[in-house]
């Protein structure tokens, strides 16, 4: 069993910057064993991918929406990863999602993610 907790969300303006934090716990599975996304929904639309990074840190994939925006990383030693987000838009707008893989590698479909967190909301103002 793995706990999530998304924090960092918030109200910024267009162009502005969040970082969002995602703690992982839970007894049973090693950090370093899990591979993680984080993914977003925005209100009358489907929950879609935004980027994922592997165990190691190394490997990362982004949406095209966000590339070049936004940072996905991991601090192993503190069980959390991070979305670090750039020049946001009001298109960002929508609650927030981290998740994890814990056994296999991280993908774009949110199916193929084993535990989810509660989620944060991001409001991007224009």
């Known amino acids: 069993q793995v706990q999530l907790v998304e924090s960092g969300g918030g109200l910024v303006q267009a162009g502005g910057s969040l970082r969002l934090s995602c703690a992982a716990s839970?007894?049973?599975?090693?950090?370093?064993?899990?591979?993680m996304g984080w993914f977003r929904q925005a209100p009358g639309k489907e929950r879609e991918f935004v980027a994922n990074?592997?165990?190691?840190?190394?490997?990362?994939d982004y949406a095209d929406s966000v590339k070049g925006r936004f940072t996905i990383s991991r601090a192993n030693a503190k069980n959390t990863v991070y979305l670090q987000m750039n020049s946001l838009k009001p298109e960002d707008t929508a609650v927030y999602y981290c998740?994890?893989?814990?056994?296999?590698?991280?993908?774009?479909?949110?199916?193929?993610?084993?535990?989810w967190g509660q989620g944060t909301q991001v409001t991007v103002s224009s």
């Open positions: 839970g007894r049973t599975v090693a950090f370093t064993d899990l591979a």
């Open positions: 998740a994890v893989v814990q056994y296999g590698v991280a993908t774009q479909n949110a199916n193929s993610y084993d535990y």
């Open positions: 990074i592997g165990w190691s840190g190394v490997s990362t």
